[in-house]
């Protein structure tokens, strides 16, 4: 049930494990990435350039002091973020990232 439910979010969402193994995508993920092959059971860090994947590392090292979620790029196209997935000891058992528009300002 939870898969359909992830399936039906119009964003798309991967999960992350522990070790930066991709376990899930839903299928807006899928279709986005689609052009990569099955990325599952593979290592995130495979899928990025350098700098990003420095990005990942640091963020991953501030959700394991605690923290819920780090911005680890804002551009004027999106927002990327990690967000920790942890069990019901409080222990990182992942993370997932999603994708915000971009924010806004008013011009005077």
Not at 6 to 34: G, M, S
Not at 37 to 56: A, M, P, T
């Amino acid at each position: 049930m939870l898969s359909v439910i992830l399936d039906n979010w119009h964003k798309p969402l991967i999960f992350v494990d522990y070790n930066h193994i991709i376990r899930y995508l839903n299928k807006p993920a899928k279709k986005k990435y689609a052009k990569y092959g099955d990325v599952v059971g593979k290592s995130l860090l495979d899928c990025h350039n350098e700098n990003s994947c420095r990005l990942i590392k640091e963020g991953f090292a501030t959700l394991q002091t605690g923290a819920e979620e780090v911005l680890l790029s804002d551009t004027p196209k999106s927002r990327y973020y990690i967000h920790a997935v942890r069990d019901e000891q409080g222990n990182l058992l992942g993370y997932y990232d999603r994708y915000d528009p971009p924010i806004k300002t008013k011009s005077l």
